[in-house]
Nanobody, 115 residues
Framework: VQLQASGGGLVQPGGSLRLSCAAS????????MAWYRQAPGKERELVAT???????NYADSVKGRFTISRDNARNTVYLQMNSLKPEDTAVFYC??????????WGQGTLVTVSS
């Protein structure tokens, strides 16, 4: 499975961005898509997950500000990020996993929150 992430950029504090991640290849219908992020000097952390059935989960730090969604017909997952803070600055990675044991990482997209 190949993942292509896009949508990162520079945004002012309080602003919004939407990340996209398109999956291609041997996608199993029962899968979990996720967004992770890695800030400079920190470990990669889980931001949000969404199952193929639409169940979601969020890190406490982004609850109420970020929304993960997916379009199964397009094999694409999105991360809508609102009320962005400087501490949200990170490289964001999408991740795929399925019940056959296949996992894959996208290439990362940089989000910078700064005035």
């Amino acid at each position: 499975v190949q993942l292509q992430a896009s949508g990162g950029g520079l945004v002012q504090p309080g602003g919004s961005l939407r990340l996209s991640c398109a999956a291609s290849g041997s996608i199993f219908r029962f899968n979990v898509m996720a967004w992770y992020r890695q800030a400079p000097g920190k470990e990669r952390e889980l931001v949000a997950t969404i199952t193929s059935g639409g169940s979601t989960n969020y890190a406490d730090s982004v609850k109420g500000r970020f929304t993960i969604s997916r379009d199964n017909a397009r094999n694409t997952v999105y991360l809508q990020m609102n009320s962005l803070k400087p501490e949200d600055t990170a490289v964001f990675y999408c991740h795929y996993s399925d019940y056959k044991g296949t996992t894959s990482w996208g290439q990362g997209t940089l989000v910078t929150v700064s005035s």
